[in-house]
Each structure stands twice: as C-alpha cells, then as structure tokens.
C-alpha cells in the first residue's frame, strides 16, 4: 500500500485557498458539473486495476476493503493520505489523473475538488437509500455520502470524571489544570484538525475580522498552540494516553471503541453546548479515468447496504445508506442519536479555509 509524499505546508494552504474561494470556483464547478450523470453499465468486475485516493484507510480500512474487494472481483490499490493533501494531490493531477475513485473526504474537501473539476457527476445504483443533503448539493450530483464521523475532544477517564473533565475545547487552554495535559496538532493535512479549527473559529466570526474571524477568535488559537503538549510523529495519541504524556485530544468518533481496547484505557468524549463537528465521508468518480466503467461498478458495490453494513460492524461506523444503518452496531446507533450536531456555516469554512490554514502555520504553529 502506497502513501502519498504529504506537500509542503505552504502549498498545502496555496492549494486549499485557489479552490475555496476564488474567482474562478463556481464557473469551474459549473463545467464540472456540465453534461448527464454516468451509471455503471450492467455486467461483472473487469479485473482492471483501480487506484483509490482516500484518508479512511487507517484503522485496518485499507487492507479489509482490499481483501473484500478482491472475493467481489474488483482489484483496488488504495493510496492513502490526509484530507487536505488528498485533495491537493486529486487537484494538482487533474489534467492527468492517477486515481480512479477517491472515498472518505468530506463536503468541504469535495466541493474544492469539484470545483476544480477533478470529479465528474454520476449516480450510484444506491442513490435512493441515502440522504442527499448529506451529499453533494448542486443538481449534478459528483460525490454522494457514506459515512457520518463525529469530530470529539476525548479525555482519559482515569484521570479526569466527567465533572472534571472539560466541557468545551476553550476550556484545554483556559483552565490551568488542562493547560499541557492536551495533545495538540503539530500539522493541518487532515481533516479532523481542520474541521476542529472549523469549530472553534466559525464561533468568532466577525466581518470586520481578520479573515472574517475577530481578534478573540484569533486569541483562542493562540491559546490553543501556546498551552498544548505538540502531537509526536509516528506516534498515536491514545499511546500517548496510556503512557501519561497527556491525557486528551482530537479523535473521529469511528477510532475509540478500538484504540481503547488496543491502548487498554478509557475514553470519554467531551459534548459541547455548542455541539460537534461532523464530517460526512463521501465518495467519487475522479474526471479521465481511463477505467470509467470499472470505478463506477465499485463505487456501486462499495456504497451498497451489503459492503456499508459490513464495513459498520467492521469499524464502528455510522453509515448514510439507511438500509446499512441498521446493519450498525446498536452503541453506536445510540451514541449517534445523541449528538448535537454543531451549526457551522459551512460555505463560510470553505470560502476561508486554505486561507486560515495559512495564517496559522505561519503565524501560530512556527
């Protein structure tokens, strides 16, 4: 399995803002958009070769979906990276695209592909057991949804009772007894750490702010780099927890119930008043794939109920397809059914993104 060499942080930012925001975004989605949507044709795999960009092959993901794949007849390499550098890397190559099928970024990270016209429309043979809200919301439809993930602040219980535990991001570098006792990023090419930034920031806009953000939104992400613990490379968080380096951080919602057992601690999630960012993973078909038909019969296999169900069970995953769903473990259609889900604007995160991430690089993390 291959990993995609992660770009400069720079480019990753340069990237980010040409699809966020510019000028030339919404003709570029337009033509993207441009002509009917493709189906796959009837008939069994081909056998050829896909390449599969993703950032959800962590976790085992990667080597399961190879495997299940291979006993429904579809050959796949998966190449696997952070959000931000899939996209970067999905876009960069668009006049001579690598990947056939890209899976497991959210709308935010789409949108600037489809916006680029990286993608192509198409509709899945499963388009009717989902919510198309959750998707792609231009009439042509390019990516549609598979997995919902909550983005959660967890904290080592042994450590801190829920009384004890923070009750809000702000308050890791706020309250001194939190102060050094969370791990924080050390990078922005992922989608968790961009969509926890997305949530604290989005609550400090301000028109009149710098880029849209006013200063005491700015003064809560210096606070957040200044009183933190720095994420260690190649090593993971949970690890970290166990050996009492630090004792909370970001984590999607899919990752826990394993690291834990994996880790042998225990984690609670912190449930802010505000609510919880959530990522919808989304899958599509990358625009010049010489292998069209081939991409469009996996992604018809690979968003079924039967490989969605599966895959739920296998991780711990809440997915979209209604008829997958109830295929999912109870806890976790439980845990779902509690969350708050955090009101973001999100055509304000993506028109600022790139841009934000630029300025915290440079201003906050150096």
Same mark, same amino acid.
């Given at each position: 399995?291959?990993?995609?060499?992660?770009?400069?942080?720079?480019?990753?930012?340069?990237?980010?803002?040409?699809?966020?925001?510019?000028?030339?975004?919404?003709?570029?989605?337009?033509?993207?958009?441009?002509?009917?949507?493709?189906?796959?044709?009837?008939?069994?795999?081909?056998?050829?070769?896909?390449?599969?960009?993703?950032?959800?092959?962590?976790?085992?993901?990667?080597?399961?979906?190879?495997?299940?794949?291979?006993?429904?007849?579809?050959?796949?390499?998966?190449?696997?990276?952070?959000?931000?550098?899939?996209?970067?890397?999905?876009?960069?190559?668009?006049?001579?695209?690598?990947?056939?099928?890209?899976?497991?970024?959210?709308?935010?990270?789409?949108?600037?592909?489809?916006?680029?016209?990286?993608?192509?429309?198409?509709?899945?043979?499963?388009?009717?057991?989902?919510?198309?809200?959750?998707?792609?919301?231009?009439?042509?439809?390019?990516?549609?949804?598979?997995?919902?993930?909550?983005?959660?602040?967890?904290?080592?219980?042994?450590?801190?009772?829920?009384?004890?535990?923070?009750?809000?991001?702000?308050?890791?570098?706020?309250?001194?007894?939190?102060?050094?006792?969370?791990?924080?990023?050390?990078?922005?090419?992922?989608?968790?750490?961009?969509?926890?930034?997305?949530?604290?920031?989005?609550?400090?806009?301000?028109?009149?702010?710098?880029?849209?953000?006013?200063?005491?939104?700015?003064?809560?992400?210096?606070?957040?780099?200044?009183?933190?613990?720095?994420?260690?490379?190649?090593?993971?968080?949970?690890?970290?927890?166990?050996?009492?380096?630090?004792?909370?951080?970001?984590?999607?919602?899919?990752?826990?119930?394993?690291?834990?057992?994996?880790?042998? %601690?225990? %984690?609670?999630?912190?449930?802010?008043?505000?609510?919880?960012?959530?990522?919808?993973?989304?899958?599509?078909?990358?625009?010049?794939?010489?292998?069209?038909?081939?991409?469009?019969?996996?992604?018809?296999?690979?968003?079924?109920?039967?490989?969605?169900?599966?895959?739920?069970?296998?991780?711990?995953?809440?997915?979209?397809?209604?008829?997958?769903?109830?295929?999912?473990?109870?806890?976790?259609?439980?845990?779902?059914?509690?969350?708050?889900?955090?009101?973001?604007?999100?055509?304000?995160?993506?028109?600022?993104?790139?841009?934000?991430?630029?300025?915290?690089?440079?201003?906050?993390?150096?």
């Amino acid at each position: 399995m291959r990993t995609l060499k992660t770009l400069a942080a720079a480019v990753v930012a340069v990237t980010l803002l040409a699809g966020c925001g510019g000028g030339n975004a919404a003709p570029a989605a337009t033509s993207a958009a441009a002509g009917p949507a493709a189906v796959a044709p009837s008939g069994p795999p081909s056998g050829e070769t896909l390449i599969i960009y993703t950032n959800s092959n962590g976790e085992g993901r990667g080597e399961w979906l190879t495997q299940k794949a291979a006993e429904a007849g579809f050959k796949i390499e998966i190449v696997g990276a952070g959000g931000a550098d899939a996209t970067n890397k999905l876009i960069a190559e668009k006049n001579n695209p690598i990947a056939d099928v890209a899976f497991g970024l959210n709308n935010m990270y789409f949108e600037q592909i489809k916006a680029a016209g990286a993608i192509e429309p198409f509709t899945p043979s499963w388009s009717a057991d989902v919510d198309t809200a959750k998707g792609d919301k231009g009439d042509s439809k390019a990516y549609w949804p598979l997995v919902q993930q909550a983005i959660l602040l967890g904290y080592n219980t042994a450590k801190f009772s829920k009384d004890e535990a923070p009750k809000d991001w702000t308050d890791l570098w706020t309250q001194d007894k939190f102060k050094s006792r969370y791990e924080r990023v050390t990078g922005l090419g992922t989608a968790t750490a961009q969509l926890v930034f997305a949530g604290i920031l989005t609550r400090y806009k301000d028109d009149a702010g710098d880029l849209g953000i006013s200063d005491e939104g700015w003064k809560q992400i210096e606070g957040y780099f200044k009183n933190g613990t720095p994420a260690v490379a190649k090593t993971d968080l949970f690890a970290r927890i166990a050996a009492g380096d630090t004792d909370m951080g970001q984590m999607p919602s899919s990752i826990i119930t394993e690291r834990e057992k994996s880790f042998k %601690v225990d %984690v609670d999630t912190v449930m802010p008043s505000v609510g919880v960012p959530m990522a919808i993973e989304q899958v599509a078909l990358v625009k010049g794939t010489d292998k069209k038909d081939e991409a469009l019969k996996f992604i018809d296999w690979f968003g079924s109920a039967q490989t969605q169900g599966e895959w739920a069970q296998q991780f711990n995953s809440m997915p979209v397809n209604k008829a997958a769903a109830a295929k999912a473990k109870p806890e976790v259609v439980g845990f779902f059914n509690s969350l708050k889900q955090q009101d973001i604007d999100w055509n304000f995160v993506q028109a600022n993104m790139g841009k934000w991430v630029e300025k915290i690089e440079l201003e906050y993390m150096s």
